[in-house]
């Protein structure tokens, strides 16, 4: 049973940076495609952005240019940069690892919080 544990978040200004980080375990992460999806209050729950098992990677509008994703086979982990971030950005942040015939596996997400 694949394990997935994030890290990461917190409280930043409008205009900083936080990085979130996904560590799995009982698996090779390399296997699965990464979604970090996001929840604000109140709204859906909407996918972000997506490192794909080929390396190619995915972004909402509103998040490219200031989003980044990235994967450390060596670690087994997963990491999601977000810069310039805004009010908007507000919200629970889940990592989930995907594949096809194994199932998806969640992280317990994180809260992040942009606030002046």
């Known amino acids: 049973q694949v394990q997935v544990v994030q890290s990461g978040g917190g409280l930043v200004q409008p205009g900083g940076s936080l990085t979130l980080n996904c560590a799995a375990s009982?698996?090779?992460?390399?296997?699965?495609?990464v979604d970090w999806h996001r929840q604000a209050p109140g709204k859906e729950r909407e996918l972000a952005a997506t490192?794909?098992?080929?390396?190619?990677?995915y972004y909402r509008d509103d998040v490219k240019g200031r989003f980044t994703v990235s994967r450390d086979d060596a670690k087994n982990t997963a990491a999601l940069q977000m810069d310039n971030l805004r009010l908007e950005d507000k919200a629970v942040y889940f990592c989930i690892l995907y594949n096809r015939g194994l199932g998806d596996f969640w992280g317990q997400g994180v809260q992040v919080t942009v606030s002046s």
């Open positions: 490192f794909q098992r080929d390396g190619s990677t």
């Open positions: 009982g698996g090779k992460i390399s296997t699965y495609r």
